[in-house]
């Protein structure tokens, strides 16, 4: 069963940092590119980056782009999101999902910046 | 920059077919662009109904179907249910490897 659990999310002030984490399994992690995907609160999906299948590119939304950065780690199966610099309107559920066209789904991770 | 756009709400009645869209503010939506429709209900995550067009995901029931309608993605729902009442997203592909999701349509089933 393919699975994609998200995790570091919490309460951080605004001007702070924090990076999140995808788990995977279920499937050849190496075999595909993977995406963040993020909804603040009452609003609806907004893409925020994707990563190739072998990490040689990266591409952000404009919203996000110099102050988050997403890698992956192919020996854990995992992906993950450094967010810097972080604003109010960063607060959201925070997906990861498979693919480029975004085919499988994590349960998300709640982000809320907030002083 | 371009604006990927959707209806805000739809409604259906229980049985009856529905077609909701994915455009662009400025061209036309091709298969190049690799639609993706994705489900959410509230609460939950959301859910892959179609990808690359008309692929429809694992699982998904036979009643959803993707296609491209003229210059726009379409979502089409034939024989809907009341657990069909959901926010559809689309998501188009912009090419230099970014994507891009449209706002959502509300789908009412009454």
């Known amino acids: 069963e393919v699975q994609l659990v998200e995790s570091g999310g919490g309460l951080v002030q605004p001007g702070g940092s924090l990076r999140l984490s995808c788990a995977t399994s279920g499937f050849t992690f190496t075999n595909f590119w993977m995406t963040w995907v993020r909804q603040a609160p009452g609003k609806g999906l907004e893409w925020v980056a994707n990563v190739k299948e072998d990490g040689s590119e990266k591409n952000y939304g404009d919203s996000v782009k110099g102050r988050f950065t997403i890698s992956r780690d192919d020996a854990k199966n995992s992906l993950y999101l450094q967010m810097n610099s972080l604003r109010a309107d960063d607060t959201a559920v925070y997906y990861c999902?498979?693919?480029?066209?975004?085919?499988?789904w994590g349960q998300g991770t709640t982000v809320t910046v907030s002083s | 920059q371009t604006v990927v756009t959707q209806e805000p709400s739809f409604s259906v009645t229980p049985g009856g077919t529905v077609t909701l869209t994915c455009g662009l503010s400025s061209g036309s939506v091709s298969t190049s662009y690799y639609a993706s429709w994705h489900q959410q209900t509230p609460g939950q995550a959301p859910r892959t109904l179609i990808y690359?067009?008309?692929t429809r995901s694992s699982g998904v029931p036979g009643r959803f179907s993707g296609s491209i309608l003229g210059n726009k993605a379409a979502l089409t729902v034939t024989g809907a249910q009341a657990d069909d009442e959901a926010d559809y997203y689309c998501?188009?592909?912009?090419?230099?490897?970014?994507?891009?999701f449209g706002g959502g349509t509300k789908l009412t089933v009454l």
């Open positions: 998501l188009l592909y912009m090419g230099g490897g970014s994507c891009v």
């Open positions: 999902a498979r693919g480029r066209g975004v085919g499988v």
């Open positions: 690359n067009t008309d």
